[in-house]
């Protein structure tokens, strides 16, 4: 694909370009960056991105794309188009699906079906162990080969510590991050939410933040005993920031991310039984999403990642105790990290980009000649309301309808095709 | 009654609290007539929706509606559709297409009265809601105790037993501390939910924990037992029902530290030798069946105050 990206500010501060200075146009050649500067010529449709920011593509590490098993949910197509009209390029697929992507042929069937149906490039994430069953190793070579990135037993973090090490040995043979849900299903059995004031008052079975921090905590020695690539799904709670912090500053091998609605809401959204404030990790008090903005700030978080967790409607219009957990996030977690977070934008950018893209070794892109031409343009100061009915998602499960945003991205490039666009 | 459903205690400001008590006292005398019945509430129709296995509030109600003329259906959740698999939601839909008035809502899960009341024309109460609220209950307690103390405000109210699992110390904690009686909550530590500290949102300096039923009993007017809830228990919380009667079950002994002229109450059903002993259940302080007559009374008053008009 060809295209002439013309007068965006270019912002790629892994090569440097970070100055407001920087208004280029970028080239594009059979999906490639052929060449950077100014007042670029070339008989190819061009993209007026003049006043938008002009940033590598966003990569969302941790969605759920429901395909195959649950496509009354989501779909790898519709997926694909939720993450593109959310400024995302790519996006890794955790691997519960139906069933678990647990071998090379679900593996095989969801990247063939995402290189025909998905504007998105999706990076499928195999599970650990059979079945997501924690019980014995799944065919990780295997799936490497087929086009794996990570590994994960998601939903279903491994309890058994004997086999969550052999996990963080074997996946050094791929130099493949190994992802943990962190949660201690003993302590978290039958909650709904976070255990706090709010549970108490509203009667419902709460998930203590020991869940959480008594498994990172684990996790945290056996990667060091291991020397395995260890990457945190969605850390919630201010001891497992706390614990990832002094682990990076003690030089281990490890990552975490944290999603949009984790530095965004308590466990106050509950307050009235809404559905679509169910999610897992639950919603945390106040102080923890203090906690995982500092860690934000700090760095001790290297990614952002929405969790995008569709359900269909009929699920989450159940009593609070028996709807599923989680809510979806492709196109609300640009809008709210611009909105909720005071990042400079080159941090934004590394949270949203270029971290994803380190942890999960992909081959790399951004603005530079030679890159696949995967970008994300962005208008900082777009107002915009989310309506979740106009969402490419399947499903409905947001708890962000008719907020108001500040921040958005307005067009989506994927190997050089302008997948999505949204100009006022 | 100005806001259409009654969910909780906690939405209730102290006014509103005192109307339906007063109210109710002045209904309390239809149940003592010959003829037990009123026309007020001709016409209406209540539907009494329970999910849960109840005999007491579910009766309550019926004859609450019946005394004041009101239609009451009775749906229970082995008879109804809910067991063919229906939503809440479709149920709810389908009761506010026959017009009801008034539905009362008993339901396992907690919230679940909320999810209906947003749903529905009908007016919403609730007849207890998983752990969380059982308003009608609190508001019998505090009948009982107000015609029996003459007051609420000032009074040492101990409620023991599993506080974790009940909607009844939830409603009655925040009904109590609204009313200015000294709450305290007193459980084994691992009955005791985590934030309890922080139930109630208005006079927090009401609400007092303890693990010492020593502490709770001490010099108390209200003595108020939990069921244990052994049927939403899951895991285990204390070793036996016989450690949990030597630590927290009411006995004579016990009920000697709390004021000379404490009332006892339970909720029901009670389990005899488990939270309570039977010679304090039946003895003379014991005012459990009060407080079921002054369910009616109550009921009736909410019913009036929803369907029927001015207090």
Redesign the interface.
Known sequence: MDLLVKNGRVLDPQRKLDSPADILDILIRDGKIRSIGKELTADVPQFDAGGFIVAPGFFDIHVHLREPGTEEAETIATGGAAAVAGGYVAVAAMPNTRPSNDGPSITAYIIAEARRSSPALVFPIGAISKEQKGETLAEIGEMVEAGIVAISDDGKPVMDARLFRRALEYAQLFDLPVIQHCEDLNLS??GVMH????????????I?SSAEDTMVSRDLILAEATGGKYHVAHLSTRRAVEMVRKAKAEGAKVTAEVTPHHFTLTDAAVA??DTNAKMNPPLRSQDDVDAVREGIADGTIDAIASDHAPHHI?LK??????APFGITGLETAVGLAFTQLQLSLPRLIEMLSLNPQRIMRVTPWGIFEGSDAHLTILDPSRRWKFDVNKSKSKSRNSPFHGWDLSGKAVATIVGGKLVYEDRK | MKRKDLLGIQDLDRQEIIDILDTAENLQEISTRPIKKVPTLRGKTVINLFFEASTRTRTSFEIAGKRLSADVVNVTASTSSVSKGETLIDTARTLDAMAADCVVIRHGSSGAPHTIARLTKARVVNAGDGAHEHPTQALLDALTIRQRKGRLDGLKVAIIGDITHSRVARSNAHLLTKLGSHVWLCSPPTLMPVGACDLVTTNREFLHRTHSMEEALSGADVIMMLRVQFERMDESFFPSTREYFRCYGLTRSKVERAQEDAIIMHPGPMNRGVEIATDVADGPYSVILDQVSAGVAVRMAILFLMLGGQS
Not at chain 1, 195 to 206: I, P, Q
Not at chain 1, 317 to 322: A, C, G, P, Q, Y
């Open positions: 059995k039958g255990e706090g004031a709010f549970s108490a008052r509203l009667g419902l079975k709460g203590p009235e039984y009929n219009m159940l009593e609070f105790d028996r």
